[in-house]
Structure formats: C-alpha cells, structure tokens
C-alpha cells in the first residue's frame, strides 16, 4: 500500500512569512500532484512534477520533487491571506492511475 | 469551476435508506474517478471507469457501493442501506487518458464533491 505523509498538519503563520509543506513517502511515484481545496469544494490542481529533481514554480509557489521520486515539497514565499486553504499532495503509481493522496496541511495566514 | 458537476451538492438521509450521486465529467474526457473525503483527511479512491467500462475498485467499495457509467459520459454512484459511517464528501473527477506508457502525466480535474450527511 502506498502511503504518503504530509507535515506539518496544521500551519497558522503570518501574513508575509515564508513556508514549507512536506510530503513524504517509502514508495515511488511516477508523478505527484499538488493541490489545495477550500472547504466545502473540490481539491483544484496546482501543479503536476514527474521527473526526479524537478523544481516548478507558479508566482509565489515552489514545488519540488525529491530525486528519488518518493518525496516533495511546496515552499510559498511571502504568503498572503489567499493561500489559506487544505493542500493536499498525490501520487500516482506507474501503470496505476488512481491517486493515492496525502493527509493534507491546512494552511492559514493570518493578516 | 473545473467542468466537472456534481448533483447533488449535499444530501442528508436517514440510516438505511438508499442514495444515489450523480457526476457530469468532462465531455471529452474518457477517464471517471470516484473518490471519498471523510473529515479532516485527503480523498481516498473508491472505482474508476475508463469510457463505459469499470476498471478498478477498491476495498473501501463494499457490496452496498455500485457504480456505473452506461454511456461512457456521466456516472452514478449509489450507496444502499446507508450508514452512519458513510458520512463523508464524494468526489468525482475526470481525465483524458493518452497513449500507453505515455511520458506526460495524466491530470485528474475534481468536481464540487456531494456531502452526505447520515443521521
């Protein structure tokens, strides 16, 4: 079974600080996806990282994934009060299309 | 909004009666994954269908679960004799499926989710 662990489970910072979400797993993906919900609606897809080492940035969002493929990391620069919200990472297997998601963080930014 | 719909949004029921979700994906999307979200917890898959044809189902499913895709569009997912315990978001979500063994990763977009709610 492959599972995947995220940390920290709750973050509440301050408007303008900088921050880093971990998702971490024994097993190896062939694509891992990050995404963030708001309550009540559907996870939206922030990015998609496939090779080993891959660094993709959107705006103020830093997504890396571990070199090994069995790791990543969502670092947010400056975050505002708009990047509140549950961000969720997911692995998808090779040969295996069904998403196996992690535990989610759930992020505030107070202003 | 991803394109993906969902119908109902919320549904509260009484334990043991029967419900069933509706999911429109993506017209050109061949792929239809259910998921469920319990609190506090990431989605955890349930099936999946590629065009008409159910390819994968996951222990979460059991025999009270069924879903269905007749015509390769939109899908139902029906629960029978609900439980306390089925209390939770279910999500839909659809994707184009390429080639074989294909280097570009395939894309879930989810939609709005149901939440059931069993009393």
């Known amino acids: 079974t492959q599972l995947l662990e995220q940390s920290p489970q709750f973050l509440s910072i301050q408007e303008g600080e900088n921050l880093t979400v971990y998702c971490n797993s024994s097993?190896?993906?062939?694509?891992l996806q990050w995404y963030r919900q708001e309550p009540g609606e559907g996870p939206v897809l922030l990015v998609t990282v496939v090779t080993g080492g891959e660094v993709k940035k959107l705006k103020r969002l830093t997504f890396q994934f571990g070199d090994a493929r069995k790791d990543s990391s969502l670092h947010i620069t400056a975050a505002q009060p708009g990047d509140t919200g549950l961000y969720l990472c997911?692995?998808?297997?090779?040969?295996?299309?069904?998403?196996?998601f992690g535990t989610g963080t759930r992020l505030t930014i107070i202003p | 909004d991803t394109g993906v719909s969902q119908d109902p949004r919320h549904k509260i029921t009484k334990r043991g009666q029967n419900v069933t979700f509706r999911c429109d994906p993506i017209?050109?999307?061949?792929?239809l994954y259910w998921y469920r979200q319990t609190l506090g917890q990431g989605p955890e898959f349930l099936t999946y269908f590629q065009n008409e044809a159910q390819l994968e189902k996951s222990r979460l499913l059991s025999d009270r679960f069924s879903a269905e895709r007749p015509k390769g569009s939109f899908s139902t997912l029906e629960i029978q004799r609900t439980e306390q315990g089925d209390s939770a978001m279910y999500l839909c979500?659809?994707?184009?499926?390429?080639?074989?063994?294909?280097?570009?990763?395939?894309?879930?977009?989810f939609g709005p989710g149901t939440r059931l709610l069993v009393l």
């Open positions: 979500a659809s994707s184009l499926a390429g080639l074989a063994n294909s280097r570009f990763p395939e894309t879930q977009y």
């Open positions: 097993s190896v993906f062939s694509s």
């Open positions: 017209s050109e999307h061949n792929r």
């Open positions: 997911a692995g998808a297997g090779f040969g295996n299309e069904k998403l196996t």
